[in-house]
C-alpha cells in the first residue's frame, strides 16, 4: 500500500511538469502558421521533452516494482557497451566525449535494472558537464565486488549533499536542476535497484573536481555462471 501511495504521489509531482511544457510548445506552434524550420524546431524540443518524461516513467515504475529475485548471471561489459551505444549521440551532440573502460565480469542482476542505473547515471553526468569535457563510463573488478563508475568534469557534488541526492526529490542547483532535464527519483530508484542486489552507490570527488559516482555490484559466486 505504501508503494503505492508513493508512487501516485510522484507521479502526481514528476508528470505534471513535463505535460505542462509539452502542452505550451504545441500550442505555440499551433498559434501562427509557421516555416518548416520552425515546425522542426519545436517538433526537436517537443522530441526531448518526451524523453525526458518516458526515462522519468521507466523510473517511477521501477521505483514501484518489488525487487525480483535472480539467479542468472549478468555479463556487466555486454551491459556497459550497450549502454554507450545508447548514449553516444546524445553525448556527440553535447559536444562532450564519452570514454568506456570495462572488463568481463558477472554480477547477479537483471539486465533492465543495471541499465535503468547506468541511463541515471549518464544522464546526470551529460546534464552537468561543460562543452568540450570528457565523461568517463568505466568497470573494474575490485575485491569481492565489480565496480562501476561514472566521472564528469562538472561542477561536483557538495559534500553536504552526497547523501541527501539519493533521497526522492532532491536536487542540486545549476547544472543538476530539473530546467536541464533532471528529475529527483532517479538517484533514489538507482540506490533501491543497487541495494536490492547487495550493492552500494554513492558519489565522491573526480579526479578533476567533478562528480565520480561509484556503484558496487557482488560478483557472481561462480565464474561459470
Known amino acids: 500500500v505504501q508503494r503505492q501511495k508513493r508512487f501516485v504521489e510522484d507521479a502526481a509531482h514528476e508528470l505534471r511538469t513535463p505535460l505542462t511544457i509539452l502542452r505550451g510548445r504545441i500550442e505555440t506552434a499551433l498559434m501562427a502558421t509557421r516555416s518548416g524550420e520552425e515546425y522542426r524546431e519545436t517538433l526537436h524540443q517537443v522530441l526531448r521533452e518526451t524523453e525526458r518524461m518516458s526515462r522519468l516513467v521507466e523510473a517511477m515504475l521501477q521505483s514501484a516494482l518489488p525487487v525480483l529475485e535472480v539467479t542468472s548471471s549478468l555479463d556487466i561489459e555486454e551491459t556497459l557497451e550497450r549502454a554507450e551505444a545508447r ?79 539519493f533521497d526522492r526529490f532532491t536536487r542540486l542547483e545549476k547544472s543538476r536542476n530539473r530546467s536541464l532535464g533532471g528529475f529527483g527519483v532517479g538517484l533514489a530508484v538507482s540506490k533501491r535497484l543497487v541495494e536490492g542486489r547487495g550493492g552500494t552507490i554513492l558519489v565522491t570527488d573526480g579526479p578533476t573536481g567533478g562528480a565520480k559516482f561509484e556503484v558496487r555490484w557482488p560478483l557472481a559466486s561462480s565464474p561459470s555462471e
Open 87 to 165: 548514449w553516444l549521440d546524445k553525448f556527440i551532440e553535447s559536444d562532450v566525449q564519452l570514454e568506456l573502460e570495462t572488463t568481463s565480469a558477472k554480477i547477479v542482476a537483471l539486465e533492465e535494472e543495471v541499465a535503468c542505473v547506468i541511463d541515471n547515471l549518464l544522464s546526470n553526468a551529460l546534464r552537468s558537464s561543460p562543452k568540450g569535457t570528457t565523461c568517463r563510463l568505466a568497470a573494474e573488478i575490485e575485491d569481492e565486488n565489480v565496480l562501476v563508475t561514472v566521472t564528469d568534469e562538472g561542477e561536483g557534488v557538495p559534500e553536504d549533499k552526497r547523501e541527501a541526492i
